[in-house]
């Protein structure tokens, strides 16, 4: 038989290159590429974009895919040696997206996009926050911290899917049960022995709205100070011993002494004012600086402005501003008396007094001081003379209620647990969720029960988890809500177990710290112009400092430098959002990519490549005869 020759080291090598290089191929991964694209899309609109970017974007076989791409055009044009002329606007093609997708790789291993929260005054931070949270756990055994990768927003635990993790070097276990996407600390009503110093009966009621599509808890305890609260400013929830009708002098209710109330008052922001009160317990009345005309809106003279003090929907004074500066008015006889102490037409805060910034009117403020003699009469006015009393029933587990409308009683019943009644008050019902002889108030992290655009919790909301701690037959040892960034401590028999849960921070060569924070308004409106924060940037390993300024559409830069900006080695900063309350905060968005250079590159290449396709192609025409 003849001899089979070997094939050469060449030819090996051709053929390898022939089917890395090969059209089916590249078509393959392109096609598995939109594929898994499209499914990134579906999933990011189903679901979040942390989904997509856990299972697809991030995932390790999506990397893999986008370097087989890679080397499936690099030995494409390997295909066409020797090279030839008429191969140019191919090869540059190839290569500018090949260095495209490097640039995009090394963004995604090595880069990465955070925030960093700054106040005035405070520390420089060194630390950059993720959008990526994580569960810590101290284990008894070690004192040694562990952290694990905990993504929730992908991997949601829920009641019928828990997720366990085992506390390292004990038998005890953390079940993690749920998760909700807003916590708040709510006040909870607890049964205690009647031998406790500190109990009092308790009263825990719940107010729901159809209409308004709201639930508000209201917990009450006989104690001064805890026994009273306000509806929404219009209305008085009272817990009292006993009818308030049999005159029992355990129901009178405790003189208040005068007091006096001070608002710094903002014609830009109406809704937004300073208030001081010397007893720490605003009277609730609303007070606004308005122009007397809305064409002097900037005026810089007192006269062309007023001030209005709402006690209620139904009662409101109005008066001229010069008419109370350094003047004290009676608003209401031995009741309450205003009087304003001075004008700025662009108010601002120097060494401690109040100043003018300027002489435009970029900022119009009055301070104005309230004496209120006769705190009991004002507040009755303010709640609009509503007010809905509660004491304990004869029957057992029941308390009386009285719902009044100027002093006289427009209803009233008995009231159990579970049942519920409509007090007059639009739609609203009210339910008694629990009656307690003895019981005391904590505070304790429950799911947000109502939407947050209406409840005012929205900027101190944060998610949470619901963790229980059990031993090794699965007993539940305690149980409670965490909240991000918050660290609790479960108790078993003999050992305390802390936890924490939230997003995960990543040092910073250096660290930030903000100097002022400026937000220019468009001429003669109250609309931002731009966002500046000042910043100081501080190198650890050199102690220099250097300064720079994050504009909307300009961020800082740090290092600086433009061969550092060229090869993307630098963090850029940029304005994220803001907190219109608090001008002293900032949030900006940090962003550290050394692979853009290479995108930007591979970019230009690809096109000059694509120019050279099109400049390089011949066309002929045929022209018909006619």
Known sequence: ???????????????????????????????????????????????????????????????????????NLAAATLTRWPWQKKHTGFLITHLGIIVLLIGALIGRLTGFEGFVHLRIGEPPT??????????????????????????????????????????????LKLVIKDYAEHIESREVLEAVSSSSPVSAPGLALE??????????????????????????????????????????????????????????????????PIIHSENNQPSGIQAYLLPVKSSLVSSTQPSDWKVILELSSEESYEYPLNDIIKKTLEVIPDVLQIKAHGFWHDFTMHQGSPTNRSDRPENPAVIIQLQINDVSALKTRILGLRELQFWPSSSPEAVSYRV?????????????????????????????????????????????????????????????????????????????????????????????????FGLKTRPLPFTVRLDRFEVPRDEGTDTPANFISHLTFRDTQTGLETSAKAQMNYPASFPGGLWRSALGLNYKFSQASWNPNDLDVTTLQVLYDPGWPFKWIGSLILCVGIGILFIGRKVNFNPSTQ
């Open 1 to 71: 038989m003849p001899e089979v020759s070997k094939p050469s080291h060449n030819q090996v090598w051709r053929t390898t290159i022939e089917i890395l290089g090969s059209l089916k191929l590249a078509v393959f991964l392109l096609i598995s590429i939109a594929i898994a694209c499209a499914a990134a899309t579906i999933a990011e609109s189903r679901f979040n974009t942390a989904v997509a970017r856990h299972y697809i974007y991030q995932a390790p076989w999506f990397i893999v895919w986008l370097l087989l791409l890679c080397v």
């Open 126 to 171: 060194g630390r950059v926050t993720l959008n990526q949270t994580m569960f810590q756990v101290e284990s008894p055994a070690d004192g040694l911290l562990y952290a694990i990768d905990f993504p929730v927003e992908v991997q949601r635990p829920t009641p019928k899917k828990p997720r366990r993790l085992a506390v390292p070097h004990t038998n």
């Open 207 to 272: 107010f729901t709205s159809s209409m308004m599509r709201q639930s508000i808890p209201i917990t009450l305890l006989q104690l001064e100070g805890k026994n009273e609260d306000s509806f929404f400013g219009h209305a008085r929830i009272r817990w009292l011993l006993d009818d308030p009708l049999k005159n029992s002098p355990s129901d009178s209710e405790p003189s208040l002494s005068p007091s006096r109330e001070t608002h710094v008052l903002f014609a830009r922001r109406t809704q937004h």
């Open 404 to 500: 009044l409308r100027s002093g006289k009683e427009t209803l009233s019943g008995v009231l159990r647990k579970g049942e519920s009644f409509a007090p007059g008050w639009a739609d609203w019902q009210v339910k008694l969720n629990e009656y307690l002889p003895h019981a005391v108030i904590r505070k304790k992290n429950l799911p947000a029960s109502i939407p947050l655009q209406s409840s005012g919790i929205e900027s101190s909301a944060v998610p949470g988890l619901l963790v229980a701690l059990t031993d090794s037959q699965g007993q539940r040892l305690d149980e409670r809500w965490i909240a991000s960034g918050e660290i609790a401590s479960f108790f078993s028999a003999n050992q305390v177990v802390r936890v924490g």
